[in-house]
């Protein structure tokens, strides 16, 4: 089975931004939901945003006003904006295309 492929991921200082794609495998047109999660050192996958193939976007409440989720059925492939990013941010990031279908992730570190 082909998986998405995330990738962006990187280090950068508080404050600072990444942006993070998502090449899903298969058009967007036939995936209902593409969710971006992330997994912090010792602590449990979360969920961080959606967005649907009607536009619907979702975010947890520790990234809105931060991050942006978008996608572009054009290139199959969907993006995380992170902006202001925090220590807390620092986490792999997955991709998740459906209901099961995950990428490898990236690595995002934010450190001074």
């Known amino acids: 089975q082909v998986l998405p492929v995330e990738t962006g991921g990187g280090t950068v200082q508080p404050g600072g931004s990444l942006r993070l794609s998502c090449a899903a495998s298969g058009s967007l047109y036939s995936i209902w939901s593409m969710d971006w999660h992330r997994q912090a050192p010792g602590k449990q996958r979360e969920l961080v945003a959606f967005?649907?193939?009607?536009?619907?976007?979702y975010y947890a409440d520790s990234v809105k006003g931060r991050f942006t989720i978008s996608r572009d059925n054009a290139k199959n492939t969907v993006y995380l904006q992170m902006n202001n990013l925090k220590p807390d941010d620092t986490a792999i990031y997955y991709c998740?295309?459906?209901?099961?279908?995950w990428g490898q992730g990236t690595q995002v570190t934010v450190s001074s």
């Open positions: 967005i649907t193939r009607l536009g619907t976007t």
């Open positions: 998740k295309q459906g209901n099961a279908i």
